[in-house]
T-cell receptor, first 113, second 112 residues
Framework: DVKVTQSSRYLVKRTGEKVFLECVQD?????MFWYRQDPGLGLRLIYF???????EKGDIPEGYSVSREKKERFSLILESASTNQTSMYLC????????????FGEGSWLTVV | GNSVTQMEGPVTLSEEAFLTINCTYT??????LFWYVQYPGEGLQLLLK?????DKGSNKGFEATYRKETTSFHLEKGSVQVSDSAVYFC???????????FGQGTTLQVKP
């Protein structure tokens, strides 16, 4: 089974803090993704990466950055957390392009106070 | 770009009722189509998928048929159970990348 592991299930951070969300996949997938999930808005793509050190902006990249130094690990960084970044963050991975199945982690609930 | 529209929820049904959750998409080319399910407190799991027109995806009693002429991928189940209570997401795969575009999700609540 594909395993996508997010390091933290629940985090509470203060406004202005730098936040790291870590994600590891164990299936040697080329593609990795960070989505944000909010009620009524579904999932929105923040960033994705199709190879080590490669990244592309998704639909809502403002306020976020990412890092992919190793193929299995994809980190989401909030440089200066704000209350409007309180949300559920979902990491995902997939093997190839052209619509192959995406596998999700369990999600990280981030609250910024 | 691609987009996905799902019927609004929440949908509340009695056990053994018939379920339909509508999904339509806008896309260029021939995208793959997916239904994902999210149980309370968990991440998303793939429920079923279809990769070309007229394909039918099926799993756990759920079905959806890729209808290119109506750009739809409606989810159906003949007899729902309480354990089917979850949020269901329709998604459309980009024909050029590995990205998925998701609908807003539909919450299903099944009562005994």
């Amino acid at each position: 089974d594909v395993k996508v592991t997010q390091s933290s299930r629940y985090l509470v951070k203060r406004t202005g803090e730098k936040v790291f969300l870590e994600c590891v996949q164990d299936m040697d997938h080329e593609n990795m993704f960070w989505y944000r999930q909010d009620p009524g808005l579904g999932l929105r793509l923040i960033y994705f990466s199709y190879d080590v050190k490669m990244k592309e902006k998704g639909d809502i990249p403002e306020g976020y950055s990412v890092s992919r130094e190793k193929k299995e690990r994809f980190s989401l960084i909030l440089e200066s957390a704000s209350t409007n970044q309180t949300s559920m963050y979902l990491c995902a991975s997939s093997r190839t392009t052209s619509g192959n199945t995406i596998y999700f982690g369990e999600g990280s609930w981030l609250t910024v106070v | 770009g691609n987009s996905v529209t799902q019927m609004e929820g929440p949908v509340t049904l009695s056990e053994e009722a018939f379920l339909t959750i509508n999904c339509t998409y806008t896309a260029t080319g021939y995208p793959s189509l997916f239904w994902y399910v999210q149980y309370p407190g968990e991440g998303l799991q793939l429920l079923l998928k279809a990769t070309k027109a007229d394909d039918k995806g099926s799993n756990k009693g759920f079905e959806a048929t890729y209808r290119k002429e109506t750009t739809s991928f409606h989810l159906e189940k003949g007899s729902v159970q309480v354990s089917d209570s979850a949020v269901y997401f329709c998604a459309c795969g980009s024909s050029n990348t590995g990205k998925l575009i998701f609908g807003q999700g539909t919450t299903l609540q099944v009562k005994p």
